[in-house]
């Protein structure tokens, strides 16, 4: 708000669940720029509803799959994102999932509070697995796959690497190896999946995959939730086929309370929140609103998404 008040009128939908549908192609009609989340569904009915002065959609995220983008650059509007700012802060919480899976610490926490904890040590109490100089997975090595490789690295594990364009500086820094995808499966302790939702993304991690991984594996996900067939998943955890999973990200969100997954105790789960700290929150939104004022000022944002646009809207700045 300090960054948009001073130049523009600013309408605030300040409702915790996102504005309805309705409301949304109704204001979307009198605005010269939109302001979103990745909860905030901007199809193409919504692009369309918007009046030609629409100039900007401003999505306060990395990913922004609930943007019909080729509509928007149609119609010459901008669409930007808030990229880089919470690679660290993300990084972070997939590698705190990591730890916790690796060692039932959500797990032994509800053990504690529901007093069942009656020995003072046992041998084989709340047992897990080290993590410590074992083999990690990163599916897609992007800004936030390579953060995680770092940590890693300072973990001493092996690192396996998969995805469709290579980071050779990754490689380099890291002694990362680049496998295929099924390698990368059944060698690795723990995968951690780190890519956009695309058609070729989606499912990516289904029966098949996940039988291809070890019985003693963790499967940690903090990119986007239908990357993941959930029900493989629920089997895959019930029947023994791996471990644990840390799941950030939903096929629905928010879950429903009845999702089985939920009953699991090899499941720990978190309501999307891995770039959820006061600091980086806090830069995704003024990088949001300076991608807006960029867009209104007629010059080229920095994290502009649809490059193509500036065939259809040159800047006049």
Known sequence: MTVLKPRFEVEVWSGESPPPRSLLVEKVRKVNGLICLLTDSVDEEVINAAGPQLSGISQVAVGFDNIDVKVATKRGIY????????????????????????????????????????????????????????????????????????????????????????????????????????????????????????????????EKTLRLMRKTACLINTSRGPVV???????????????????????????????????????TAAPHIASASIATRTRMAVMAAENMVAVQEGRVPTNLVNKEVLQVRPPTK
């Open 79 to 206: 669409v930007t994102n808030t990229p880089g700012v919470l690679t660290e802060t993300t990084a972070d919480f997939a590698f705190a999932l990591l730890m916790a899976v690796a060692r039932r610490v959500a797990e032994a926490d509800r053990y504690v509070k529901a007093g069942k904890w009656k020995v003072p040590w046992g041998l084989m109490m709340m047992v897990g697995q080290d993590v410590w100089g074992k083999t990690i997975g990163i599916i897609g090595t992007g800004r936030i796959g390579a953060a995680v490789a770092r940590r890693a690295k300072g973990m001493n594990m092996r690192m396996l690497c998969y995805d469709v364009i290579k980071n050779e500086e990754l490689e380099k820094e890291l002694g990362a190896r680049y496998v295929d995808l099924e390698t990368l499966l059944k060698e690795s302790d723990f995968v951690t999946v780190h890519v956009p939702l695309l058609p070729s993304t989606h499912h990516l991690i289904n």
């Open 229 to 267: 067939d959930e029900k493989a998943l629920y089997r895959a955890l019930k029947e023994g086929w791996i471990w644990a999973a840390g799941l950030d990200v939903w096929e629905t969100e928010p879950i429903d309370p009845e999702n089985p997954l939920l009953e699991l105790e090899n499941v």
